[in-house]
């Protein structure tokens, strides 16, 4: 067991590796047979010309909140209502079951079918603790992971969720941090990986950041079955500031991670990075030029279906970019207002926005508008 100390690595040339992600159209051919029947005929239709299928939160037209299973045309499959705004989606293809998580301080999650929209079960967090936003299923689909808040304690969690006993609550795991956001499992389907932003928040305050002076982000990694610490990394010391929220795995198992930088709007700080277990994070370096565009705030981290290349949003600064895995090298940027919600799709990569916009990185000229708000993140199917 080991922490990260207060260093860095400059980025080094590394050989891209072959990914063993699944290709989407797998999911066309095998669980999206049975998927498909239980759609309703328009449904059937958007998914029959389909090259993929997402699921993103978002603001309905009428200003409530819902999550939606969408094309990557931007054609509606299905959507489920929510009670109050929702943040990230987790699926299980094994019982086809999908669930949205509040965004952070709510304490609500909603289990439900992708092909109706219809409700499964909701759950609702512990007294005094409530989601951050995130989760994932378990490789059989017997477990569901969230990232939640003690917030009494200021304490990040990895709860534990039994899903053939109704998705009961059956225990917890310490996040050895604080504003632990986004938590992924990594390929070996044993270690969960975590990042804690490090900052304390009490809903008694709404969203108040109330320790900038001494915030720790970190990059965990932690035993799923035990919830033993592997190793914790640390940004140095002067980059205490740079909240840590959310991450991508790369072909070589490198957790991508993006940035929130809490100091000085005139400061310019490395935003983006990787961890591995036991080696001190790696931050990239920008030219100038792209490192202003992203205005000190990454809002979502992808990867490519190849493993090979990254994608980062910044909704603050309107700008989406695509960087080589192996090198670290900028290979393309673009404006996309608001634009923060990232998928791998196909080739590329699928964005959406705020401003209900959506576009095929490298294949679309211009976006598809929807009546739908797009929130902060999209889940590939």
């Given at each position: 067991?080991?922490?990260g100390?207060?260093t860095?690595?400059?980025?080094?040339?590394?050989?891209p590796?072959?990914?063993?992600?699944i290709d989407?159209?797998?999911?066309?051919?095998?669980?999206?047979?049975?998927?498909?029947?239980?759609l309703?005929?328009?449904?059937?239709?958007?998914?029959?010309?389909?090259?993929?299928l997402?699921?993103a939160s978002?603001?309905k037209?009428?200003?409530?909140?819902g999550?939606?299973i969408?094309?990557?045309?931007?054609?509606?499959?299905?959507t489920v209502?929510?009670p109050?705004?929702?943040?990230?989606?987790?699926?299980?293809?094994?019982?086809?079951?999908?669930?949205?998580?509040?965004?952070?301080?709510?304490?609500?999650?909603?289990v439900?079918?992708?092909?109706?929209?219809?409700?499964?079960?909701?759950?609702?967090s512990?007294?005094?603790?409530?989601?951050?936003?995130h989760?994932?299923?378990?490789p059989?689909g017997?477990?569901?992971?969230?990232?939640?808040?003690d917030?009494?304690?200021?304490?990040?969690?990895v709860a534990?969720?039994d899903?053939?006993a109704?998705?009961?609550r059956?225990?917890?795991f310490?996040?050895?941090?604080m504003d632990?956001?986004?938590a992924?499992?990594?390929?070996?389907g044993?270690?969960?990986?975590?990042?804690?932003?490090?900052?304390?928040?009490?809903?008694?305050?709404?969203?108040?950041?109330?320790?900038i002076p001494?915030?720790e982000p970190?990059?965990?990694?932690?035993?799923?079955?035990?919830?033993?610490?592997?190793d914790?990394q640390?940004?140095p010391?002067?980059?205490?500031k740079?909240s840590?929220?959310?991450?991508?795995?790369?072909?070589?198992?490198?957790?991508?991670?993006?940035?929130?930088?809490?100091?000085?709007?005139?400061?310019?700080?490395p935003l983006?990075?990787?961890?591995?277990?036991?080696?001190?994070?790696?931050?990239?370096?920008?030219?100038?030029?792209?490192?202003?565009?992203?205005?000190?705030?990454?809002g979502?981290?992808?990867v490519?279906r190849?493993?090979?290349r990254?994608?980062?949003?910044?909704p603050?600064?309107?700008t989406?970019?695509?960087?080589d895995?192996?090198?670290?090298?900028?290979?393309?940027?673009?404006?996309?207002?608001d634009?923060?919600?990232?998928?791998?799709?196909?080739?590329?990569?699928?964005?959406?926005?705020?401003r209900?916009?959506?576009?095929r990185?490298e294949?679309?000229?211009?976006?598809t508008?929807?009546?739908?708000?797009?929130d902060n993140?999209?889940l590939?199917?």
């Amino acid at each position: 067991m080991t922490e990260g100390a207060a260093t860095m690595r400059l980025f080094h040339r590394d050989t891209p590796a072959k990914s063993a992600l699944i290709d989407r159209r797998s999911f066309l051919i095998g669980a999206g047979a049975a998927f498909a029947t239980g759609l309703s005929p328009r449904g059937a239709e958007a998914f029959e010309r389909a090259e993929g299928l997402f699921g993103a939160s978002c603001l309905k037209r009428d200003g409530s909140f819902g999550c939606a299973i969408f094309t990557d045309r931007g054609e509606i499959v299905s959507t489920v209502s929510l009670p109050d705004r929702g943040h990230d989606v987790a699926f299980d293809p094994t019982s086809g079951r999908a669930v949205v998580f509040a965004r952070r301080p709510r304490t609500f999650a909603v289990v439900f079918d992708p092909t109706s929209g219809e409700t499964v079960k909701t759950l609702t967090s512990p007294e005094g603790r409530h989601y951050f936003g995130h989760g994932f299923f378990s490789p059989d689909g017997r477990l569901l992971y969230a990232t939640e808040h003690d917030y009494d304690a200021a304490k990040g969690l990895v709860a534990v969720y039994d899903v053939a006993a109704g998705y009961r609550r059956i225990g917890e795991f310490d996040a050895h941090g604080m504003d632990t956001h986004e938590a992924l499992l990594m390929p070996d389907g044993e270690t969960i990986v975590i990042a804690n932003g490090g900052i304390e928040t009490h809903p008694d305050y709404g969203r108040q950041m109330l320790n900038i002076p001494t915030m720790e982000p970190s990059i965990v990694f932690i035993d799923r079955r035990t919830g033993d610490l592997i190793d914790k990394q640390l940004l140095p010391q002067h980059l205490h500031k740079l909240s840590l929220h959310h991450m991508a795995i790369d072909a070589k198992k490198r957790v991508w991670f993006g940035g929130q930088y809490q100091g000085a709007a005139s400061d310019s700080p490395p935003l983006v990075g990787f961890a591995e277990a036991g080696r001190p994070l790696t931050l990239n370096e920008f030219r100038p030029a792209d490192l202003a565009s992203l205005s000190n705030y990454i809002g979502s981290v992808a990867v490519s279906r190849d493993g090979e290349r990254i994608a980062v949003s910044s909704p603050v600064g309107g700008t989406v970019m695509i960087l080589d895995a192996a090198t670290g090298r900028k290979l393309q940027r673009l404006r996309l207002t608001d634009g923060c919600g990232l998928a791998p799709d196909d080739d590329g990569f699928l964005a959406t926005s705020g401003r209900g916009a959506m576009l095929r990185l490298e294949e679309d000229d211009r976006p598809t508008t929807s009546d739908l708000e797009w929130d902060n993140h999209i889940l590939a199917l």
